[in-house]
């Protein structure tokens, strides 16, 4: 049984870190990872609104439109090459077009009107820069993360398991352009079986022009691909997203905004993404 009350009052905590003054930004809206960290003793900050269309949760048989708000990014600097990432969303919102009643899980659904809605899982990483960039040299690192189980299978939202995630991180700047690379793996579990996992493979591109000093144009590939001979388990089939979007920079400020577009039939047709990114000096370490 979930506490909500807990998790809120979590989430209420993250929240009010974000009416912090704002000094500068980086990563929104991709969600493929740089290997540069954000440099010792600063703390990052990013939010924004996330609505999906045509949502689908093969676990639960539930498929719909979807409204994740606000999404909270939050990166500390624990040294000049390492961050602590926590990453998830306090709620989550779906209008329900759509029931399969012969899914996984269907039968642990609570939600039996039109709508459900949850906390959203929380991704808690640590990033490692390995290998600063250099002339003819792309900057290298490491990123290892966790996705707690925090949103129900009872709402249809979650799938009450833990995942664990590595990837390689590289990135290369070459005159106007960012070009950023992760390939790396997954364990995922079984949500209807404890004792059963898929390895999958994932990955990333994504490109950052600088149109103007203030401004840059940017898209992405990110996904993964399930490796399970047989067919994916539920729940750890493979996922795509194409996205394409800008940046926007003033003063202290970055704001953002994207469109995305799924790439398998589980991914969501089209969606959009806008919010704000900063980052400020919060303490010295020793």
Known sequence: MKIIGRRWAV??????????????????????????????????????????????????????????????????????????????????HLSISRRDPSAPLAFLLTAAGDATSDVDDVVIATKIRLIPEGPGRPAVGIRFATKLPNASNESGLGLDTMDFYGSLLGAKTIQSVRIVGNIGGAILSDPTDGNRQNDVLTYGVSLARAVTPASELVGEINGRVSTRSGGPLPGTESRGMFKVGGRYTRGALRLDAAVFFGLTSVDPTIGLTAGATYVFNAFRLP
């Not at 639960?60 to 000049?80: A, D, H, K, Y």
């Open 11 to 92: 989430w209420c905590s993250a929240w009010v870190l974000i009416s912090a003054r704002a000094a500068s930004a980086q990563q929104r809206p991709l969600a493929t990872e740089d290997p540069e960290t954000i440099g010792a003793g600063r703390i990052l900050i990013e939010s924004g609104i996330d609505l999906a269309r045509d949502q689908h949760y093969p676990v639960s048989g539930l498929e719909g439109n979807l409204v994740r708000v606000p999404s909270i990014g939050l990166s500390v600097g624990l040294s000049s090459i390492a961050e602590l990432q926590i990453d998830g969303a306090p709620y989550q």
